[in-house]
Every structure is written in structure tokens, then in C-alpha cells.
């Protein structure tokens, strides 16, 4: 992170290209893991899948995310991510496919809304959200203690509390992540790191996607 960024970033075209694809794969997965009914039952009879996906997601997560020069080595940069792109689309695609379709598509469609909104914000806003990441980083960290919670306090009403928290948290992430990207506020990510930004951005939403997805199927309870 550099703290005395340029004015303009070149590299915001790159990442929301990459972002796309991203999102892409993961919707993809989404549909075809909710509307195909031979699908659907496949990775509900086998969640065994879930947990290699979630191992393979996690590996390829540390590579991007603490080996630096890895992740700016062209092309394994984009073979790691491409991998972790693929396990977190099953991983959300299984999710998915234990809630009903209706609150898929309500959720993929209110998701669509709030990121997009937050998105245009933080690109014309002059206030700057990069300066709470500190903060953000607290409350991600009483989030997920208040998850441990929850596993033990099994309760609608606290579940629904958990997952608007989480959204909101993840809402707030979203924006410093696309300043970051600017390179115009206090901090920014350095030109090389498109594939880093790309990351922080798609695992922003994905997560904004699931807690939202996890307030509506605990609603229609």
C-alpha cells in the first residue's frame, strides 16, 4: 500500500475486468447449482465437495494474499486466481442450492443494487473511506466472535442480526477496497497489484452476496 498515491490509477480498467470474469463464474455457478435439478441434488447429496472446495479456496487465499511477489509473477498470478475463483463459485453455488429460488434471486438482485450503489459512491465521493480501515479490520474481528456465538445460540433473530452486521460490515469493505483502487484518498494499492484488488473486491461482494442470501432464507422461516 502506498500512502502518498498518484492522482490517477491505471490500473481500474484491469481489475473490473477481472472482477467481471469473476463474477461471472460465480453467478454461473450459482444458476446452474439453483435451476438444475440434477445438479442441485448431486452437491446436496455430497457436501464432502464443499469442504475440499473450501481447502482449495483457502491455499490459493494465502498465496494471493501473503505472497506478494507470487501474485505479481504473470501468468500464475491469474492461475491462482483462477483457481480460487472456481472453488468459491462452488463453494457459493452449493450454498446456494439449500435455499429456494426465490431467495436466489432476491438476493442476487438486492446484491447487485447495494454494490453497485456503493461502488458509484465511493468513485465520486470526496470523503475518504480508506482512513476506517483500521477500524473495519476491529469489527471483522467482533464479527467473527460474534459467529462463534451464534453456533451456540442457535436463533433466528440473532442469525439475522449475524448476517445484517456481516453485510454491512462487508458494504463498508467494499468501499475502502474501491478507493484503495483509485489511488486518489490517503491510500492506494500500487499499479502492480490489480490481481490483489481484484481479489479484496470479488470477495467483498461474494460475501455481501451470502449474508444477504442468509437474511432472507432466515426471514422466510
Known amino acids: 500500500i502506498n500512502c502518498n498515491p498518484p492522482v490517477a ?13 469473476q463474477l461471472t463464474v460465480t453467478f454461473a455457478f450459482v444458476t446452474v447449482f439453483t435451476f438444475v435439478k440434477g ?8 457436501v464432502w465437495t464443499y469442504y475440499v472446495s473450501y481447502a482449495v479456496f483457502f491455499i490459493s487465499l494465502i498465496v494471493l494474499s501473503c ?18 475463483t472456481v472453488s468459491l463459485s462452488y463453494m457459493v453455488g452449493m450454498i446456494a442450492s439449500f435455499y429456494d429460488t426465490e431467495a436466489v434471486i432476491m438476493a442476487v438482485g438486492i446484491t447487485v443494487v447495494v454494490c453497485f450503489t456503493v461502488v ?3 468513485l465520486q465521493t470526496k470523503y475518504d473511506f480508506t482512513s476506517c480501515r483500521g477500524v473495519l479490520i476491529i469489527c471483522l474481528v467482533v464479527l467473527i466472535l460474534f459467529s462463534i456465538l451464534c453456533i451456540f445460540i442457535r436463533n433466528r433473530i440473532v442469525d439475522i442480526v449475524y448476517a445484517s452486521l ?9 468501499a475502502v477496497d474501491t478507493q484503495l483502487i483509485l489511488g486518489n484518498k490517503q491510500l492506494a494499492l500500487s499499479p502492480e497489484e490489480y490481481i490483489f ?11 455481501i452476496f451470502l449474508y444477504i442470501l442468509a437474511i ?6
Do not use: M
Open 216 to 221: 432472507i432464507g432466515r426471514a422466510k422461516e
Open 120 to 122: 458509484i459512491f465511493s
Open 9 to 21: 490509477h491505471p490500473t481500474c480498467p484491469q481489475v473490473f475486468l477481472v472482477l467481471t470474469l
Open 166 to 174: 456481516g453485510a454491512l460490515l462487508f458494504t463498508c469493505f467494499l
Open 39 to 46: 445438479v442441485r441434488g448431486f452437491v446436496q447429496r455430497n
Open 197 to 207: 484488488a481484484a481479489l479484496n473486491l470479488y470477495t467483498d461482494i461474494i460475501n
Open 67 to 84: 505472497c506478494g511477489d507470487f501474485r505479481r509473477k504473470h501468468p500464475w498470478n491469474l492461475v491462482s486466481l483462477s483457481i480460487l
